[in-house]
């Protein structure tokens, strides 16, 4: 009964109040944060309860509200020392609950052991460090590089350029998603994704997306994508692409079909022309910019440090290299030809080459 | 009337280098038109396969290149010889052979050049094994040997304009080789017979038509 109530007040708020700001739409927000907002709360225990109100704004659950989830908070709150009840994930998330229970992770952890419900937010307002970071709390990055190694040709080049949950989840829709890289300082080769504050001195202004969107039209054409990568790798930054799924599934396992190098590299040059750039903004989660269609594949410093052998191979490279083949060609075949016409005109032995 | 005599053309290194280059150079094209076009292309099976038959065969033509390079400067000693054109070859010497290739083969004329063991090159032969041995095949080594370490060269290849057109560079290189493969075996064909110009790279013989009329040519032992 508690589960149906939970549901039924969460689509309500999200109907009724998806476009306002929480604080505003969900006045118990506010009541709330008024203390879980604060560093310097603590519970009786001890124990901190802070909640970062910037994190907790960008998310759905915010605009469901704190009570959709923690829907019996008793009268003496916080004096009486009693916890508030707290939501089961799958009364409103049962579909990827009973996915993930079928998974080979089900039994090694929780959704709270990755997904913070105070901060969390769809992947597409991710960057794909962060996700893999997510996986790193468990999974050392150093044996899982080595164990890779064992079996996948440039495996560190891999392991940089994918999400986990790439290969490791039946996610589906595969774009190119690419984020800004401040090298660290002191290193030649180091980068992390840059923040928001880093970004934010490049620019006037808030939208830190003219970075690279120079005419602020809110897409990147190919033209801003190279004047980027010309003028900003002076300032020690880059452009690092990632094949990320648009569909994330939470159907943990090993796939047979990723073993196979074809799964991404034999999908043809129209399987990636879709990318994005993502910008990091204020709350720590990310904003995504569309590329212009097709960007991925140019060789003239769209996307310099990005290319996926077999998957973005250049069209007009194709077609000189064609040319050069069939010129090659060409000369045995009409030379042949007029040398099988004009065959009685030689004496074989005269006419080595 | 005219006999037959042997010529000591081609020395053992340079055919066990020519056959383990051409082994080499037929499998990279062979394994790089599976590794770029995977979803025509598949006759390795497991698009791994190629990827490292690619890598193996690019180690041993890049090992194969070393030693001719190195048995030419130092053991032999005539790679200028035979390798880089002359100023005749340069003002007339190749217009001459192309003169004969697209003209005056058909009507039945003698090729103007005579391969001897010093001189085996005619100058458009020298012209084009110049490209392919100093400028082309120098440089799909160097730019398949960055492009087997991305990760860690990764710095050096944004400097040469990144990783795109350094592939796009070695692709269209590799069309280069190719090219010259389909042009390469058919002019092997015009000796006097059509495998004349076989037999040499695989037994170092060469079979000549002299006229009996001529002083008996000594067989040249002596190596290029």
Request: charged share 20%.
């Amino acid at each position: 009964m508690h589960a149906y109530n939970r549901m039924m007040r969460m689509f309500l708020a999200v109907f009724m109040l998806s476009a306002a700001t929480v604080y505003a739409a969900v006045p118990e927000n506010g009541k709330c944060m008024g203390c879980h907002g604060r560093k310097d709360v603590k519970s009786i225990a001890g124990n901190s309860v802070y909640i970062d109100p910037e994190k907790f704004t960008a998310t759905t659950h915010s605009i469901v509200g704190c009570t959709s989830c923690h829907d019996r908070v008793s009268s003496g709150h916080p004096g009486d020392g009693s916890a508030p009840a707290r939501a089961v994930c799958g009364d409103c998330h049962a579909p990827v609950s009973v996915e993930y229970a079928k998974s080979l992770h089900a039994s090694k952890a929780r959704c709270n052991d990755c997904h913070n419900p105070h901060e969390v937010r769809l992947p597409m307002f991710m960057s794909g460090d962060d996700i893999n970071k997510k996986c790193a709390k468990c999974h050392d990055a150093r044996k899982i590089l080595k164990s890779h190694a064992k079996w996948l040709p440039q495996a560190e080049l891999h392991i940089d350029s994918l999400l986990c949950i790439t290969c490791h989840t039946g996610s589906q829709d595969y774009v190119i998603t690419m984020s800004i890289e401040s090298r660290l300082p002191g290193s030649k080769d180091a980068f992390k994704t840059a923040t928001y504050e880093e970004l934010a001195k490049l620019t006037s202004g808030d939208n830190i997306g003219r970075v690279i969107d120079l005419n602020g039209d809110n897409k990147v054409s190919l033209e801003e994508l190279r004047a980027f990568n010309h003028h900003l790798r002076g300032k020690n930054m880059r452009l690092w692409g990632m094949m990320t799924p648009e569909v994330v599934t939470h159907s943990y396992q090993i796939l047979e079909n990723r073993w196979d190098c074809t799964f991404c590299h034999a999908s043809g040059p129209k399987a990636m022309q879709k990318s994005f750039i993502a910008f990091p903004d204020k709350s720590g989660g990310y904003k995504r910019l569309a590329v212009e269609k097709g960007a991925i594949l140019d060789i003239l410093y769209g996307t310099p440090d990005f290319y996926m052998l077999g998957t973005t191979r250049s069209t007009p490279l194709n077609i000189i290299g064609a040319l050069i083949v069939a010129a090659g060609l060409s000369f045995p075949v009409f030379h042949g030809f007029f040398r099988l016409l004009t065959r009685k005109n030689r004496k074989e032995d005269d006419h080595e080459a | 009337m005219k006999h037959k005599e042997m010529v000591y053309m081609t020395p053992m290194p340079v055919r066990i280098w020519h056959w383990l280059n051409a082994f080499g150079i037929v499998t990279l094209c062979v394994t790089g038109l599976q590794i770029r076009f995977p979803d025509h292309v598949n006759i390795f099976g497991a698009y791994k396969a190629a990827i490292r038959l690619h890598n193996t065969a690019g180690v041993v033509v890049s090992i194969s290149y070393g030693l001719w390079l190195s048995y030419y400067l130092i053991v032999a000693r005539s790679l200028v010889k035979l390798y880089v054109p002359t100023l005749d070859d340069l003002k007339s010497g190749i217009l001459r052979q192309a003169y004969f290739y697209f003209l005056t083969y058909f009507v039945g004329k003698p090729n103007p050049h005579h391969s001897t063991p010093e001189s085996k090159f005619n100058p458009m032969q020298k012209a084009a094994y110049l490209v392919i041995m100093f400028i082309l095949l120098p440089l799909v080594i160097f730019s398949g040997a960055l492009l087997m370490y991305v990760a860690p060269l990764r710095e050096l290849l944004l400097l040469l304009g990144g990783i795109k057109l350094l592939v796009g560079s070695h692709f269209l290189l590799a069309s280069c080789f190719t090219a010259f493969l389909c042009v390469h075996i058919y002019l092997a064909t015009l000796g006097h017979t059509p495998f004349a110009h076989f037999k040499p790279m695989w037994n170092g013989w060469e079979e000549e038509m002299v006229e009996d009329a001529e002083p008996e040519k000594k067989t040249d032992t002596k190596l290029p």
